[in-house]
């Protein structure tokens, strides 16, 4: 689908080791255990904290953390805040993305009332539909433009990412239309594999594929089962 | 979040080579696209086709397919159908999987709605929420139960699969209430880390993850691009 998905391998910033995209998930899951444990007034986590957490274990919290820099004291750990503002930075949520979102259907109503995104410096400061029956009414305050007003949007708001959640035989013209606004990254939830050039990162959720992995998961755990008897 | 997503290697089968998360998931794409060649009346298909189709090495698709046994014809290339079949047979999705759903919100309506599903072989008998106000609707022709049947309809319709859409704070009651009730694999939206018995699959889909993936691979590339100034 994406670069991306195709080489789970990420580079780093010249020099640097590289990354592997499982590291770089984690990264995310770190940082949402560590903002609820701030919140609930722990200054200090352990490496076994954090790997409980995420069921992994704490050599390899070692592992991920020790691209952050320098920043464990043995014997003590880390400090909650430091650790939190070293994976914002290194994750580049470190400040706010403005987003659009085009294809304004059940999807698209439930990312927008789903307030993860906004508690996590993301910002929606656009829809997009092209049922004219649509366009000029509002969600949560947004308005609903045609498609022809995204470059005009993307432009004047500085929108870095799109998030696409129109159907599938729509997704490849809304994706070039996005590249050709000038748009960096496209999550697409269109379940069809879009092509965007090399400049721009994709990231796809296609959501049968992930009930098809889960499938797998379970028919792997029975035939094990099977296996062992 | 869950062992699977933690540790990117899933055991094949005793004695047989493991086999990487990211080659599983590619089974997944490739498929979709032999599904589509095939209406296409495309009956055989090469190696660099799918590695086109996909962004990848046609040496990469060679290896993922030795997984599934000796099926490419040397000159040839590999027979459609054959090849869908194999791909179906290992990835479990060779017979009809019976899913329930648990919190009908938007994004319930989202996934009901979206076609992809009854196609790959996923086929949702229960939906249910502990809203009263709900409970008794029907949509598209499933009706919502009240949580309290969570086993009575697991138990009767040999439901494998769960998919969970409530909100946060509800996730891992309702994920407790599935396991006691005997499924084998929960495909998580909430966006919350849920803790199940290691007999059970999981596959959570935070949707901010995937956003601040994103966000992460596009401040990656800027980085690249000043770094070669």
Redesign the interface.
Known sequence: ????????E?????GEPRLSR?S??????Y???LERWKKEGLEVVSSSQLGD????NDAQVRKDLAYLGNLGQPGIGYYTQELISALRYR???DHT?N?VLVGV???A???L??G??A??G?RFVGLFDADPQKVGQKIDGLQIHSPEKLAAVIAAERV??A?VAVPAAEAQQVADALVAAGI????NFA?T?LRVPT?V?L?A????????????????????ST?AR
């Open positions: 689908m994406s670069k991306h998905d195709a080489t789970p990420a580079n780093g910033a010249a499982a770089v998930q984690r990264f995310s899951l940082l949402r255990h957490a995420l069921g992994i994750l580049g949520v993305w987003a259907g059940n999807l109503r439930a990312l009332r789903y993860g995104f508690q996590q993301f870095d990412l998030v960096k990254g496209i999550l379940p594999l400049h990162s990231i959720v296609d959501l049968a594929v992930q009930l098809e992995q889960l499938a797998f998961l379970v028919h792997l755990a029975q035939q094990e296996d």
